[in-house]
């Protein structure tokens, strides 16, 4: 029985060692795609920030030319 008992740990061992590279592999592909992620994330919120500072300032320019407009389209007339 001894033999059978230290064969069967081997067997385990050698099981869980190959889990755990695995596992080892798994978490870093993770550990990678949530630093994207975070990337990503940073990104999308400086493009929405800079999105609604253009939006203002168009709007802001938008209102300063709001008389030119006339001469602007006149061919409308």
Same mark, same amino acid.
């Given at each position: 029985? @001894?033999? /059978?008992?230290?064969? *069967?740990?081997? +067997? /385990?061992?050698?099981? %869980?060692?190959e889990? @755990? =590279?695995?596992q #080892?592999?798994? @978490? =870093?592909?993770? *550990? ?5 992620l975070? =990337?990503?994330?940073?990104? !999308?919120?400086? /493009?929405?920030?800079?999105?609604? #500072?253009? !939006?203002?300032? *168009?709007e802001k320019? *938008?209102? #300063?030319? =709001?008389?030119? +407009?006339?001469? +602007? /389209?006149? %061919?409308? @007339?």
């Open positions: 029985m @001894d033999k /059978f008992e230290k064969e *069967l740990s081997k +067997w /385990f061992k050698e099981v %869980y060692r889990h @755990d =590279q695995v #080892k592999k798994c @978490d =870093q592909w993770m *550990l990678e795609k949530n630093r994207e975070t =990337q990503l994330e940073k990104k !999308a919120n400086t /493009f929405e920030k800079e999105m609604e #500072k253009s !939006a203002s300032n *168009l320019w *938008l209102q #300063k030319q =709001q008389g030119k +407009w006339k001469e +602007w /389209f006149s %061919y409308f @007339d």
